[in-house]
């Protein structure tokens, strides 16, 4: 009976089976060509046990290592993106501020020109009684 077992190639992530005479020695993955150590294997009369090599092991907890760091790295990235929009927004903020200011210094500068106007408009009129009082007296 000839064994055989089914690994993934570390590079391309490709299936491979691989017969029992290949078992503890080296192939080529058929989709990359990548080197691929096949580990040893122990066949018992009930059940398949694989025993991982060190480098094997040590393969897997390096790109354990690689996927935690990538996360690590995008969350980076993401909560640097939230600082700077939080930075736009109150800059963005400040000026709506700013500009409800402008707006309210307008309105109460428009008021005063407004009650200027009106008692420009209040003196202009008086200035007329008094004009015409002054005229009606140099005539009498």
């Known amino acids: 009976m000839i064994y055989a077992v089914k690994l993934k190639c570390p590079s391309c992530t490709s299936k491979i089976e691989v017969e029992e005479t290949f078992f503890g020695k080296e192939l080529n993955c058929p989709q990359c060509q990548t080197s691929i150590k096949v580990p040893k294997i122990i066949i018992p009369t009930e059940k398949?046990?694989?025993?991982?090599?060190?480098?094997?092991?040590?393969k897997l907890q390096m790109q354990n290592m690689k996927r935690k760091m990538d996360e690590q790295a995008t969350e980076l990235l993401r909560?640097?993106?939230?600082?700077?929009?939080?930075?736009?927004?109150?800059?963005?903020?400040?000026?709506?501020?700013?500009?409800?200011?402008?707006?309210?210094?307008?309105?109460?500068?428009?008021?005063?020109?407004?009650?200027?106007q009106t008692e420009i408009n209040m003196l202009s009129e008086q200035l007329d009684l008094m004009q015409n009082e002054l005229d009606e007296q140099r005539q009498t």
């Open 48 to 58: 398949l046990v694989v025993a991982p090599t060190e480098s094997s092991m040590l």
């Open 79 to 116: 909560l640097h993106q939230l600082m700077e929009d939080r930075s736009e927004l109150k800059e963005v903020d400040k000026l709506k501020n700013e500009l409800f200011d402008m707006k309210l210094e307008l309105t109460q500068e428009r008021k005063a020109a407004k009650n200027q």
